[in-house]
Structures are given as structure tokens and as C-alpha cells.
């Protein structure tokens, strides 16, 4: 797929001597849904704002839909849109001027119609005329997505679109930004609710203390990383694993009511088989079974804490 | 797109509609002051003061007294401006919107410059509710009054850069220009001065600014037009290339 967004050797250094970002490369495609996920003070807002324009890189260069974000800013800069981690708005404006003034500030001759448009997507046409500071949080959120597309860009820059907003509003949200996806759009989204990433991300990329450490399509990496954990609900509850099922990483817990086995569900030779008849030759009964899919979350901690203890 | 006039005219409209959501605090408010400073500078304690080259103490002061306020509020609606979206975080926008550094300062100072200018106007028209008024060189009092008003716009886009906090915000037009106004001549010729108070004004910069202005009143002025129009220019353009600096660096702006 054609790259929307090339980023060769970028770093940044802030004056305090804080390496926000190493040398970082990567290749946003072209209509996908990307999410950058890490821990706070990772580099994922120093990321965003370097290609927004609004941090200064150390070093490296950004191409943003083939132009060159400092030396052909104007071009790059109307082809993005961004929604900033924080609830920064005009509070005396109304959502109408401040979202006119945004398509202004960004080279676009006015367009009514677009904007109405844009508003009646993100359901706030009814409070054109209110004053910003009288809406809540949710509604101010919606307002800096309404004012990231007034310049109609071809992508979108979505900094934890979702802290702090219901879960209704997410679910909004999380509808609009496929919608966009439809449209062509291509979205870069970071976020701490992991749960976002794998219900809309289309790749994943990890960074950790300035360091991309992982880019990955999300379904592939799932596949690759993902564990998959087995219950038995047992008949009688167990004292303790007897020495006959030490071959299995089997955990005990509910006061020995169910066994979890976590297993590798790619792999050859996954144990269920052989570990279901050792249970049946020890006498062992078991009056329900389930499985679980390991989550992105639990992929995403355990890259993290993988990646710690390598460092420790 | 070699200049984003739409960008321009939004920041411009924008500062504009501002002004008139708080049309009390930005006219209304500075043409009470200066009535107020017409009663007891005018017609309380000028009714008994002679007259300063010829001219009505009360008609004497008027452009002192619009200087005054083109100072103070063109570095406070200039620095307010600049400031408030950074204190607020609205200047992410900015930053990363694709306008140069010199449309925001045309916007911003623009916008600023325009409002103090309007409101001189103001202030001259109310002073002609109260004293006899005559410009004998209008269009060096229009060149001046624009001249200083985006000068002074300038200055405080700086200011409005420059601070970190509310109080470092008025610092300089509380602080530094008012006083040097009240020094410069605004109410007094610098002739009526004793030495060695006379040439220690001399260093008050906005003595020339005065000055000048005053000249396209009254023809009278405590120094010669061609070194008050220097000064106001050299002012202007020491301001234009400290903004210059301004962006090139990012200083204050960007990480």
C-alpha cells in the first residue's frame, strides 16, 4: 500500500537533556488505522507534535503525502489534521467560529456547507451557537475533532481521542473514525485504552522510551504474540497440582476449583489433547471447560515488562 | 499557496471579534480615563495654566494623552493576543497550522494595531468635546498614529511571547510605559525642565514619539520632526527584527 506518511531517522533531544525520541523510522500507509501505543512519557505526543509541526526535531526527516514537513511546510501541514491530548478550546468562542476559524487558519476559503456537514457527523449542529465553555467534556472533545477536519485533511492525528469520555461516546467515536477510514482518510491514534487499538487499528506499533520497538499489522501480531488460556471447572476442588501434571504450565486458583493452561494456539503440538487424558487417567473430572484468546493488552504489558527486564 | 490569506484574515477576525466581545473593557474603559484626565488635567488644574506655545494647556496635552493610550493598549491587546493561546494551549493550532511567522505577525498585529488606531480616533473625537482642537498636518498625525499603534503592537506581540505569566504580562506597560509616557512630555513641554532633568529626558525614547505627534497638532514639538519620525522608524524596525529572531528560533514557542 502507498505510504501517506515517511519518517527516516527522527529524533529529538529536548534542552533539559531528555531523549524523547531515538532514531525512529516508520511508514504510515495510506487509508490505514494506525495506533501508536506506550506508557506515558513513551515519545508518542513528541511523535505527533514533530510531525504536526509543532516540536522541532533534533534530527531526521518527515515526508507527510510526499511533502517534506519543513522544507514544503504549508503543503504538509494542510494535508494534516490534529486532536491534541488535551481540552484546549476557545471557551468564549462559539463551536461554529471556532471551528470556521480553524478551516480559515488553515488556508481553506470558507464553505458552510462542509462545516455543517462536519458538525451534524459529530452530532453537535444543535450547539452551533453555544458558547464552547458551556459544553462538557465529551462535547469539547467533539469540537476538536470538528475543528481537526474543517480543512477537510487527508490525515488525521488522533492523541487519546477518548480520555475521559463515556463509554457511549467512545463507541461514537470509534464509529466516526471508521467512517473517515471509508472516506480515505488516514488515522494515526494514540491511546492508553489498548481495547481501542484492537477494536479499530488496522497496524500497531509499540514505543517505549523513545524507541519504536514493534510495528506490526494487528491481526498478524495477535496471531504471532497471542496466548490462548484453557479452564477446567473441576468436579472436586484440588489441594494441590499432583506431581503428575508438572509437564503442563498449569495454574490452580478459585481454592483449587479450576486449572488454567495457558497455551501457545499456533504451535504443533499445543498439550490439550495429552494433558485432557492425563487428567482423565489421574481421575480427575471437570464439569466445564472454556477458552480465552489472549487480548492486545495482555500482549501490549507483556512487551513492555519484556522490554524492561531485558533493560534491567 | 505562497501566502495564506485566509489564515490571515481568520487569526485578524478573530482578534477583532474579540475586541468587540469586550467592547466595554477595550473602548469604552480608555475613553472614560481619558475624559476623566480631560476634567482634572483640562478644565480643573488647566484653567489655570498658561498656555505652552501658544496652545490651551487642555488642547496641549490631547496628544500626549492619545499616545498614552495608543501605547498601553496597543502592547495589551497585542500581548494578549500572543499570550492567552499560549496560557490556554489554543497556540498547538497555531504552531501547526501552515502559516509563516510573518502572517501571524501581520494577523496579530494587525488586529492590534487596528484597535488602538480606532480608538485614538475615539479618544480624539471625545477630546474635542472639551477642548478647542486643530491638526495642522493631518497626514503626518494619521502616519505617526499608525506608525506607533503597530510599533507598539509589535512590542507587545513581543511582550505577549516573551511572558510566562500574567504578572510578567503587565510588567512592561505598568511598569516601564506608562512611566516613561508620564516622563516623556505627555502633559509637559521638556522645555519647561530644569537642567539637568531636561537632557536626562533626552533618553526617554518615547519623548520623540510624543514629540512628533504633537507636531502634526500644533506645529510645536521639544524635538525636531525628522529625529521624532527617525525614532518612531528605528523603534519600528529594532521591534520588527527582534520578532524576526522571534521564529527563527522559536524562542518561547516551540520545544
Known amino acids: 500500500m502507498q505510504p501517506v506518511i515517511t519518517i527516516e531517522g527522527l529524533t529529538k533531544t529536548y534542552k533539559s537533556g531528555l531523549q524523547a525520541l531515538k532514531p525512529v523510522d516508520l511508514t504510515i500507509r495510506k487509508g490505514e488505522i494506525f495506533a501508536l501505543l506506550g506508557p506515558n512519557g513513551a515519545g508518542k505526543t513528541t511523535l505527533i507534535s514533530i510531525v504536526c509541526g509543532i516540536v522541532t526535531p533534533t534530527s531526521g526527516r518527515v515526508v507527510a503525502d510526499g511533502h517534506d514537513i519543513q522544507a514544503d511546510y504549508r503543503r504538509a501541514r494542510m494535508k494534516i489534521g490534529l486532536v491534541p491530548q488535551e481540552l484546549t478550546t476557545d471557551a468564549f468562542e462559539t463551536v461554529w467560529a471556532t471551528v470556521n476559524f480553524s478551516r480559515g487558519l488553515f488556508g481553506r476559503p470558507p464553505n458552510a456547507a462542509y462545516v455543517e456537514q462536519v458538525l451534524r457527523d459529530l452530532s453537535l449542529w444543535d450547539k452551533k451557537d453555544a458558547k464552547i465553555m458551556t459544553l462538557s467534556g465529551g462535547m469539547k472533545r467533539r469540537v476538536l475533532i470538528a475543528k481537526a477536519l474543517s480543512h477537510e485533511p487527508d490525515i488525521l492525528f488522533l492523541d487519546e481521542p477518548t480520555a475521559g469520555v463515556d463509554v457511549e461516546l467512545r463507541k461514537d467515536m470509534w464509529a466516526m473514525v471508521r467512517r473517515l477510514r471509508e472516506r480515505g482518510v488516514t488515522i494515526i491514534l494514540t491511546t492508553h485504552y489498548i481495547e481501542e487499538a484492537e477494536e479499530m487499528a488496522d497496524r500497531v506499533g509499540v514505543i517505549l522510551k523513545g524507541e519504536l520497538i514493534l510495528v506490526e499489522d494487528k491481526a498478524e501480531l495477535m496471531k504471532k504474540l497471542g496466548k490462548k488460556t484453557l479452564t477446567l471447572h473441576l468436579q472436586e476442588p484440588l489441594a494441590a497440582l499432583p506431581p503428575e501434571l508438572g509437564e503442563w504450565s498449569l495454574e490452580l486458583r478459585d481454592g483449587g476449583e479450576a486449572l488454567d493452561y495457558v497455551f501457545d494456539s499456533n504451535a504443533d503440538r499445543t498439550g490439550v489433547p495429552s494433558l485432557l487424558r492425563r487428567l482423565s487417567d489421574l481421575g480427575i473430572g471437570f464439569k466445564d471447560l472454556s477458552t480465552r484468546q489472549s487480548s492486545l493488552e495482555d500482549i501490549f504489558v507483556g512487551l513492555v515488562h519484556g522490554s524492561q527486564a531485558e533493560a534491567a | ?255
Open chain 2, 1 to 255: 499557496m505562497s501566502f495564506n490569506g485566509y489564515g490571515v484574515w481568520a487569526i485578524y477576525r478573530f482578534e477583532m471579534a474579540r475586541a468587540l466581545r469586550t467592547l466595554w473593557q477595550s473602548v469604552v474603559t480608555p475613553v472614560i480615563t481619558t475624559a476623566l484626565y480631560f476634567v482634572v488635567f483640562g478644565s480643573a488644574i488647566g484653567s489655570r495654566m498658561t498656555e505652552i506655545d501658544g496652545v490651551a494647556y487642555g488642547a496641549f496635552i490631547v496628544p500626549g494623552l492619545i499616545m498614552l493610550s495608543l501605547f498601553t493598549q496597543s502592547i495589551f491587546n497585542a500581548s494578549f493576543g500572543i499570550y492567552f493561546p499560549k496560557f490556554t494551549g489554543t497556540i498547538y493550532e497555531l504552531l501547526s497550522a501552515p502559516v509563516s511567522p510573518l502572517e501571524i505577525v501581520i494577523a496579530y498585529v494587525g488586529a492590534a494595531a487596528t484597535k488602538s488606531a480606532v480608538l485614538g480616533l475615539i479618544i480624539l473625537a471625545t477630546a474635542s468635546f472639551f477642548v478647542p482642537l486643530q491638526i495642522l498636518h493631518p497626514v503626518w498625525m494619521l502616519g505617526f498614529l499608525i506608525l506607533i499603534s503597530t510599533t507598539f503592537s509589535l512590542f507587545g506581540f513581543i511582550i505577549g511571547i516573551w511572558a510566562q505569566n500574567f504578572e510578567q504580562l503587565q510588567f512592561m506597560p505598568m511598569l516601564v510605559v506608562t512611566p516613561l509616557t508620564f516622563l516623556g512630555g505627555a502633559f509637559y513641554s521638556i522645555d519647561m525642565l530644569p537642567e539637568p532633568w531636561r537632557t536626562v529626558t533626552l533618553f526617554n525614547p518615547v519623548v520623540y514619539l510624543i514629540s512628533g505627534f504633537r507636531w502634526a497638532f500644533y506645529e510645536s514639538s521639544d524635538v525636531s520632526l525628522a529625529v521624532s519620525a527617525s525614532a518612531t522608524l528605528g523603534f519600528f524596525l529594532l521591534c520588527l527584527a527582534v520578532v524576526g529572531w522571534i521564529f527563527r528560533t522559536g524562542y518561547r514557542l516551540k520545544n
